[in-house]
């Protein structure tokens, strides 16, 4: 991802760069140092990946998406993951991510539902593995809060953290 995420910011630096830059007939070295990095040729930098390579270090945009990469690795509003089996921890994380600790969120396009995200099979499945037959059907954004605990926790305990992507 972080090759293609380069890839289209380096598009974007030529387009923006384009107009930035000097045409050849019209250049002079007052205008080549109105560009942000000394010695800019846009000939060279669109056609020669290690001219783009230059470039792109000089304007320190490694450091910039590495940063913006680490941001969002890490769920809202928590510092980061858990340690394995630490069931509050990952509950706060998790509601956070997934719902913004609001039971009864659903998805953009209804699939999944509640505090923890479940689609309706998943939460029926999970619901009946439980011991928790009186879930079945039940819409997961509509359970209570410690129904939604129940189900998520033994999720939790039975699978890990795999059905939410690994993440917390």
């Not at 792109?56 to 940063?67: C, F, G, I, P, T």
Request: net charge positive; with cysteine; aromatic share 10%.
């Amino acid at each position: 991802m972080s090759r293609r995420l380069l890839a289209f910011l380096a598009g974007l630096i030529a387009i923006a760069s384009i107009a930035a830059v000097p045409t050849i007939e019209s250049s002079s070295s007052a205008d080549v140092s109105a560009h942000p990095v000394q010695g800019f040729d846009a000939l060279d930098f669109l056609g020669n990946r290690a001219a783009l390579t230059r470039y792109l270090n000089k304007l320190q945009v490694n450091r910039y998406l590495r940063a913006v990469a680490t941001a969002r690795a890490m769920p809202r509003g928590h510092g980061g993951g858990c340690a394995a089996g630490d069931w509050e921890c990952f509950k706060r994380c998790t509601l956070n991510t997934e719902s913004h600790t609001n039971y009864g969120d659903t998805s953009a396009n209804g699939t999944y539902r509640g505090g923890y995200q479940y689609s309706q099979a998943f939460w029926d499945g999970q619901a009946t593995a439980s011991g928790r037959p009186d879930l079945i059907g039940v819409d997961p954004a509509q359970a209570s809060p410690s129904d939604q605990d129940y189900i998520a926790h033994y999720t939790y305990s039975t699978r890990g953290k795999a059905p939410w992507g690994g993440r917390c």
